[in-house]
Nanobody, 122 residues
């Protein structure tokens, strides 16, 4: 049984940077993709970035300049660095995983989800 637990959210000032973490526990095969999503109040959950089992990354076009996804396989931890935060980044951020060699940024592409971590930018 896979569990994903996000952390690192909080209240920050516009212009600051933040790094979110997602610790994965339970068995996941080497062919696992992990991604970051976010959901603002009243909006649909949107994909931010994905990293596949080869370490290849893909980003939502509108977000790729300020967001960086990375993984530390030794720590079973996924990261999302966010730079130059602005009010539009206020949302709950989720990590997700699926046992595939590669996948996209649609919520339906993922099977496992964390409960999210809140980021508030003022």
């Amino acid at each position: 049984h896979v569990q994903l637990v996000e952390s690192g959210g909080g209240s920050v000032q516009a212009g600051e940077s933040l790094t979110l973490s997602c610790v994965a526990t339970g068995y996941m095969p080497s062919t696992t993709c992990m991604g970051w999503f976010r959901q603002a109040p009243g909006k649909k959950r949107e994909g931010i970035a994905v990293i596949d089992s080869d370490g290849d990354t893909a980003y939502a076009e509108s977000l790729k300049d300020r967001f960086t996804i990375s993984v530390d396989n030794a720590k079973n931890t996924l990261y999302l660095q966010i730079n130059s935060l602005n009010a539009e980044d206020t949302a709950t951020y989720y990590c997700a995983a699926v046992s595939k060699m590669t996948t996209g940024l649609q919520t339906d592409d993922y099977f496992y989800w964390g409960r999210g971590t809140q980021v508030t930018v003022s």
